[in-house]
Structures are given as structure tokens and as C-alpha cells.
């Protein structure tokens, strides 16, 4: 990954395929676009005067050097798109684009009555865009109205406790023959892996 300053911690694909985002342990940001029009070896090199892929850097929102601990890009639109923040003793831990890919995106906290603590991981609920869930260091929290100013989550931990979850996941593709089509999963610290459909 050319022209990307500091180790990439985390990374995100649109459903098409055509954007790539990078976040990186030092707060950089990082939109690659154009991945559908490779065609050879000669226009993807990113050195190459013949590259059509672009390597943006998101310059306007300072993440005062914290790890951009994930990226969520909503399903059913590549504009919605979530970023998530690890590190202790800060304010906001969560942040929403609606016009991801303009060429300066405007960010707004989602932290709400969000705990101040680090959120690991997030996704944009594949049949809902206002439906959030974040993996966090208590456990998963969601809302269903990400898009209002002042967002109201609450605890979705049921079943499972409070514990650290470093990844969630859905299942967006439905391939044939599988079965787990819109199911969710999680990853924790000492509790092992959670399916939820």
C-alpha cells in the first residue's frame, strides 16, 4: 500500500469492491479508490504513471495519534461509513461519514451515552443503515438510530456477559449452499466466539 504513512491496523472494502479504507495505528486515514478499473500489472502498480487506482489521505479529522481500531462501510451504500477508535481517558470513541467519498468527508462523533472506553470493532447492519453495532472493552452495544444527532445505545450483552469483544462480524454475501447468510459474529477476550442470526 503506497503512499500510506504508519502500520495499517485496520481495513475495509465497499460491497463492490471499488473502495478500500485504511486506518492505521497512528490515526492516519486512507481512501483507495478505483480498484475496479484494474485491468493489468500496468495500471494497479500505485508507482506506475499508468496507475488509475488513487490513494487518498483524509486529512480533516485529527485522531490525535490514537489507532483507528476499525472501519464499517454501510452494504447498501459506500457513502455511510463508521470509524472506531481504541485508547483510554478520551471523549469520542466513534465516528460517522454520510458522504464518505467526497473529496473532504465530514465527521461527526456518535458517542451519545456511549462509556468512554475503547470500541474495537463495528458493523452497519446489512438490512438496516441506522442499525450500529459496536464490539467493545464491555461488551457489544447497539443502536438503531445512528443517524440522529444524539445517538442512544444500549447494552446487548445477553447470553454472553461482560466481557472484551475485539471483532464482530456479518455475514453479508449469500453464497450458495451456506447457511449463515445476515448472521452475526463476535470475537472475545476469554469468552471464545458468539453466533447470533
Given at each position: 500500500?503506497?503512499?500510506?504513512?504508519?502500520?495499517?491496523?485496520?481495513?475495509?472494502?465497499?460491497?463492490?469492491?471499488?473502495?478500500?479504507?485504511?486506518?492505521?495505528?497512528?490515526?492516519n486515514l486512507y481512501r483507495i479508490?478505483?480498484?475496479?478499473a484494474v485491468r493489468d500489472s500496468a495500471n494497479d502498480d500505485v508507482t506506475s504513471p499508468y496507475s488509475v487506482v488513487e490513494t487518498k489521505q483524509i486529512s480533516n479529522i485529527n485522531f490525535n495519534g490514537r489507532a483507528i481500531t476499525s472501519i464499517a462501510v454501510d452494504p447498501q451504500n459506500s457513502e455511510h461509513v463508521i470509524i472506531t477508535l481504541g485508547n483510554y481517558r478520551?471523549?469520542?470513541?466513534?465516528?460517522?461519514?454520510?458522504?464518505?467519498?467526497?473529496?473532504?468527508?465530514?465527521?461527526?462523533?456518535?458517542?451519545?451515552?456511549?462509556p468512554k472506553m475503547p470500541i474495537y470493532s463495528a458493523i452497519i447492519e446489512m438490512n438496516n443503515s441506522n442499525t450500529v453495532i459496536v464490539?467493545?472493552?464491555l461488551g457489544i452495544y447497539g443502536t438503531d438510530k445512528i443517524h440522529?444527532?444524539?445517538v442512544t445505545w444500549t447494552e446487548e450483552n445477553a447470553g454472553m456477559a461482560?466481557?472484551?469483544?475485539?471483532?464482530?462480524?456479518?455475514?453479508?454475501?449469500?453464497?450458495?449452499?451456506?447457511?449463515?447468510?445476515?448472521?452475526?459474529y463476535l470475537g472475545t477476550h476469554g469468552r471464545g466466539f458468539f453466533r447470533s442470526d
Amino acid at each position: 500500500l503506497a503512499n500510506i504513512s504508519g502500520m495499517s491496523q485496520s481495513m475495509a472494502v465497499s460491497k463492490d469492491g471499488n473502495i478500500l479504507w485504511v486506518g492505521t495505528e497512528n490515526g492516519n486515514l486512507y481512501r483507495i479508490s478505483n480498484l475496479l478499473a484494474v485491468r493489468d500489472s500496468a495500471n494497479d502498480d500505485v508507482t506506475s504513471p499508468y496507475s488509475v487506482v488513487e490513494t487518498k489521505q483524509i486529512s480533516n479529522i485529527n485522531f490525535n495519534g490514537r489507532a483507528i481500531t476499525s472501519i464499517a462501510v454501510d452494504p447498501q451504500n459506500s457513502e455511510h461509513v463508521i470509524i472506531t477508535l481504541g485508547n483510554y481517558r478520551n471523549n469520542v470513541y466513534i465516528y460517522r461519514t454520510t458522504n464518505a467519498l467526497d473529496s473532504v468527508p465530514t465527521w461527526n462523533s456518535k458517542q451519545g451515552n456511549l462509556p468512554k472506553m475503547p470500541i474495537y470493532s463495528a458493523i452497519i447492519e446489512m438490512n438496516n443503515s441506522n442499525t450500529v453495532i459496536v464490539a467493545t472493552e464491555l461488551g457489544i452495544y447497539g443502536t438503531d438510530k445512528i443517524h440522529l444527532a444524539n445517538v442512544t445505545w444500549t447494552e446487548e450483552n445477553a447470553g454472553m456477559a461482560r466481557v472484551p469483544v475485539h471483532m464482530i462480524h456479518q455475514q453479508i454475501y449469500d453464497y450458495p449452499g451456506a447457511t449463515n447468510y445476515g448472521a452475526i459474529y463476535l470475537g472475545t477476550h476469554g469468552r471464545g466466539f458468539f453466533r447470533s442470526d
